[in-house]
């Protein structure tokens, strides 16, 4: 893990080092000594509101599954959650809000991770929808045939993860195959875990989970246009709603620790196309999101200290056993 963890950084280092390469340094500075504090506290706030929201729309996801809705240090959970997908790659944060939720709820943690998945899918319909707006109301960032391209994947991943929910045990019975005990306890293990999917089929819990899903994103969108405000950058609604949808997915799965250089291309990227210039934009870019990554490690270290929780715990889950 941590080998994996040192490349991404140099690939962080060197993506910010090409972008700052063509920057006025004064400008940069000057864009960063006029962001506006009580806008990018009020950004602040609705971010945590965010991950409120997230938590328990997780939280009704696995209930879904025929087991008593985790309540008990959600917030927290998924606060740590939040800061480890910042902090560490390939979404370990989801590993670690699942232990959390085990400890005081007594929830599986293959449940809890595929029912924050099985959600996560919805969130990449709501962002390809979001960047298709974005498209047809402003300048296009690629070309509209792509974006379909992208809503069929999501729409058939969509589809996949429905089936796995409708038939888990069916999908379980393919484990038995294995040799002795180790397919039943396979097959036990995997019908438990799509036990947190079962909220495709639960049209109440369904129902619930997009209406979270929905506001979710509504203050998302607030969100940054308050820490677009806060730097004095006004390119409208479509270059909003286009610039959540691309930071949307590049967070889906971090490639680097934070997204860090990641974050920046996208926003150079989508802001320049709305003729926002790239001092500007490259300094939002680096002073929000610095901001924002701050904001959300530091909550989540001292949740995260609260609960006694070691790194040492989360590499032993991510090593594969010999």
Same mark, same amino acid.
């Given at each position: 893990?941590?080998?994996?963890?040192?490349?991404?950084?140099?690939?962080?280092?060197?993506?910010?080092?090409?972008?700052?390469?063509?920057?006025?340094?004064?400008?940069?500075?000057? !864009? @960063?000594?006029?962001?506006?504090?009580?806008?990018?506290?009020?950004?602040?706030?609705?971010? &945590?509101c965010?991950?409120?929201?997230?938590a328990?729309?997780?939280?009704?996801?696995?209930?879904?599954?025929?087991?008593?809705?985790?309540?008990?240090?959600?917030?927290?959970?998924?606060?740590?959650?939040?800061?480890?997908?910042?902090?560490?790659?390939?979404?370990?944060?989801d590993?670690?809000?699942? /232990?959390? @939720?085990?400890?005081?709820?007594?929830?599986?943690p293959?449940q809890?991770?595929?029912?924050?998945?099985?959600?996560?899918?919805?969130?990449?319909?709501? /962002?390809?929808?979001?960047?298709?707006?974005g498209?047809?109301?402003?300048?296009? /960032?690629?070309?509209?045939?792509?974006?379909?391209?992208?809503?069929?994947?999501?729409?058939?991943?969509?589809?996949?993860?429905?089936?796995?929910?409708?038939?888990?045990r069916? !999908?379980?019975?393919?484990?038995?195959?294995?040799?002795?005990?180790?397919?039943?306890?396979?097959?036990?293990?995997?019908?438990?875990?799509?036990?947190?999917?079962?909220?495709?089929?639960?049209?109440?819990?369904f129902?619930?989970?997009?209406?979270?899903?929905?506001?979710?994103?509504?203050?998302?969108?607030?969100?940054m246009?308050?820490?677009?405000?806060?730097?004095?950058?006004?390119?409208?609604?479509?270059?909003?709603?286009?610039?959540?949808?691309?930071?949307?997915?590049?967070?889906?799965?971090?490639?680097t620790?934070?997204?860090?250089?990641?974050?920046?291309?996208?926003?150079?990227?989508?802001?320049?196309?709305?003729?926002?210039? &790239?001092?500007?934009? @490259?300094?939002?870019?680096?002073?929000?999101?610095?901001?924002?990554?701050?904001?959300?490690?530091?909550?989540?270290?001292?949740?995260?200290?609260q609960?006694?929780?070691?790194?040492?715990?989360?590499?032993? !889950?991510?090593?594969?056993?010999?």
């Open positions: 893990m941590w080998k994996r963890f040192a490349v991404s950084v140099l690939a962080a280092l060197s993506v910010i080092t090409l972008l700052l390469s063509r920057v006025d340094a004064e400008q940069l500075v000057a !864009v @960063l000594r006029q962001a506006q504090w009580p806008l990018l506290l009020s950004s602040l706030a609705t971010g &945590y965010t991950i409120f929201l997230k328990h729309r997780w939280s009704t996801a696995i209930a879904a599954g025929g087991t008593e809705r985790p309540r008990r240090k959600l917030f927290a959970a998924s606060v740590i959650g939040t800061a480890g997908n910042g902090l560490l790659p390939a979404r370990l944060g590993v670690l809000r699942a /232990l959390v @939720l085990r400890k005081h709820n007594g929830t599986q293959g809890a991770l595929l029912a924050g998945w099985g959600v996560l899918a919805l969130d990449l319909l709501v /962002l390809t929808v979001l960047l298709l707006v498209v047809a109301f402003g300048k296009r /960032l690629a070309s509209v045939q792509v974006l379909w391209l992208v809503l069929a994947g999501v729409t058939t991943g969509i589809t996949l993860v429905s089936f796995l929910a409708r038939h888990p069916t !999908v379980a019975g393919l484990a038995n195959a294995l040799p002795g005990a180790l397919g039943s306890r396979a097959a036990s293990q995997i019908e438990q875990a799509l036990n947190g999917l079962a909220f495709l089929h639960r049209p109440r819990a129902a619930l989970i997009v209406a979270y899903t929905t506001a979710i994103w509504a203050v998302e969108l607030a969100t246009w308050l820490a677009l405000a806060a730097f004095r950058i006004e390119p409208g609604l479509a270059a909003c709603g286009l610039l959540v949808a691309a930071l949307g997915l590049s967070f889906t799965l971090p490639m620790p934070g997204n860090v250089g990641t974050y920046q291309l996208v926003v150079v990227l989508v802001l320049g196309h709305f003729s926002v210039g &790239y001092d500007s934009a @490259l300094a939002f870019g680096i002073g929000y999101h610095a901001f924002a990554l701050l904001a959300v490690l530091v909550g989540g270290l001292w949740f995260f200290h609960e006694g929780l070691s790194l040492r715990q989360l590499n032993d !889950v991510s090593t594969p056993q010999t």
